[in-house]
């Protein structure tokens, strides 16, 4: 019989004698098994690291970004819309949940440590070797990277990372270099909003996206990887089915936990709440609520000083979103995995956006989170000029055998290396290391890092 294109893995493995897993089931196995998945436990969400045991990390916001994803799906396939869906005959193209969990998991592999502060510095660093982007980093390690295979990384299947590609545009076609401000001596005094890289993947990847779009008509992956000019960076315009289904449910998360988060941090107090909803005030009024009588009925929970009061009152937002998302069609498709996307009804998405934005200013952009950010960009900055100009001195051993094998005129491919080390850094790792290097009095010949 021959083998599904989407079940297909870059190098075969055939499956352990009695494996009754699916290749989905297989995907989410090797990922939470991974070190890089275990490594997102110490790396910064939003709130950073230390400042309590409470707040969400990288590994807890994944998580819940799984279950959202997995609760569209089913919403879709299960919940009112099933309906039209079965019209449609669609139900067979949505992923199963061992997919969309595995996909979900993964979407947040490549951020570095330190939050955007991590990515703004490997992207300065990396300007003239290729740049760097957190979910361009995340294919490499899943194709390359992590241990699973000699040379393949997890060495996934072709859907799953379909799905991760959240971005189907190469770091060198939406670059616009114009648009970085000039960089000083110390490249990590530098205006974070004016560093940030393109979204995109990295162009050491191409070969594994030509790979991952090769089932498709040329037409469908000449559209697929179209992109819009703005004023700074191109910009992607498309995305695959599944990889629509893990952005809402990203966004869902990003914008109802972290509120939840800051609520209970006390960053976001009622009156901003209040203030905020004012300057939108129609799309409250149209909102509608399934467990609540009104409005102001989940906004006294949603502030309450009892946890379980709070977390009823940010599941009804959870589901209320979800049972908003219906797919739609996407013009000018030949094949169904991008011809249809997962979207939320126009109200709905534009209020789930507008309370994301009362976290970025409350939270995201609040100086304390900033001065974080900034302290992480230094040290990011710092940590990779140290090891590009002395790398046989101070690389570990298995960073400098990877470097030493590429020979010198490939400084790219040499630069990428040192990237990977330190994207591949927890936040306490790559503080404990910087530490270690340049302040004096810290470190040891026999401390373990």
């Known amino acids: 019989m021959k083998e599904n294109p989407w079940e297909e893995r870059i190098y075969k493995q055939p499956k352990k004698k009695n494996d009754v897993r699916n290749e989905w089931e297989r995907d989410y196995s090797r990922l939470i098994n991974s070190a890089a998945f275990r490594r997102l436990q110490t790396k910064t969400q939003v709130l950073g690291l230390g400042e309590s045991d409470f707040y969400r990390t990288r590994l807890t916001h994944s998580m819940e970004v799984a279950q959202i994803g997995v609760g569209i799906v089913k919403w879709l396939k299960f919940g009112d819309y099933s309906k039209k869906l079965k019209q449609k005959k669609l139900e067979k193209i949505l992923p199963s949940s061992a997919l969309i969990n595995a996909i979900c998991l993964a979407h947040d592999l490549g951020h570095p440590p330190f939050g955007h502060g991590g990515e703004v510095a490997l992207n300065i660093c990396m300007r003239d070797y290729g740049g760097f982007e957190g979910n361009g980093q995340t294919l490499r390690i899943l194709t390359k990277l992590e241990k699973y295979s000699h040379e393949n990384g997890l060495n996934p299947t072709r859907r799953l990372l379909l799905g991760v590609l959240k971005y189907p545009v190469s770091y060198s076609s939406v670059n616009n270099c114009s648009s970085y401000e000039e960089l000083s001596s110390s490249k990590w005094l530098a205006k974070a909003d004016l560093q940030?890289?393109?979204?995109?993947?990295?162009?050491?990847?191409?070969?594994?996206?030509?790979?991952?779009?090769?089932?498709?008509?040329?037409?469908?992956q000449t559209k697929f990887q179209y992109s819009t000019p703005t004023e700074r960076h191109n910009k992607p315009s498309y995305h695959s089915l599944d990889a629509s289904i893990m952005e809402l449910a990203d966004d869902i998360s990003y914008s109802l936990h972290d509120l939840e988060d800051a609520i209970s941090l006390g960053l976001v107090k009622k009156e901003d709440w209040e203030d905020h909803k004012e300057k939108k005030s129609y799309l409250f009024k149209n909102f509608e609520l399934n467990s609540y009588q009104s409005i102001s009925d989940l906004e006294k929970d949603l502030f309450s000083k009892k946890s379980y009061l709070r977390k009823k009152?940010?599941?009804?937002?959870?589901?209320?979103?979800?049972?908003?998302?219906?797919?739609?069609?996407?013009?000018?498709?030949?094949?169904?995995?991008?011809?249809?996307?997962?979207?939320?009804?126009?109200?709905?998405?534009?209020?789930?956006?507008?309370?994301c934005s009362l976290v970025y200013s409350k939270v995201i952009k609040s100086t304390n989170?900033?001065?974080?950010?900034?302290?992480?960009?230094?040290?990011?900055?710092?940590?990779?000029?140290?090891?590009?100009?002395?790398?046989?001195?101070?690389?570990?051993?298995?960073?400098?055998?990877?470097?030493?094998?590429?020979?010198?005129?490939?400084?790219?491919?040499?630069?990428?290396?040192?990237?990977?080390?330190?994207?591949?850094?927890?936040?306490?790792?790559?503080?404990?290391?910087?530490?270690?290097?340049y302040h004096p009095h810290k470190g040891s010949i026999f401390d373990r890092l």
């Open 313 to 355: 009152a940010i599941g009804e937002l959870v589901q209320t979103f979800i049972m908003k998302i219906y797919l739609h069609e996407v013009p000018g498709f030949n094949h169904d995995l991008l011809k249809w996307n997962a979207t939320m009804d126009t109200l709905h998405l534009e209020l789930q956006k507008h309370i």
């Open 369 to 437: 989170v900033q001065l974080l950010e900034f302290k992480g960009q230094k040290l990011i900055v710092e940590l990779f000029e140290i090891f590009k100009v002395d790398p046989f001195r101070l690389l570990p051993k298995s960073a400098l055998t990877q470097y030493e094998s590429i020979p010198k005129e490939h400084k790219n491919e040499r630069m990428r290396i040192i990237c990977d080390y330190i994207a591949g850094m927890t936040d306490e790792y790559a503080t404990k290391l910087y530490e270690k290097i």
């Open 196 to 220: 940030k890289p393109p979204k995109c993947y990295l162009d050491s990847e191409k070969e594994v996206v030509s790979w991952v779009l090769k089932p498709f008509k040329e037409s469908d």
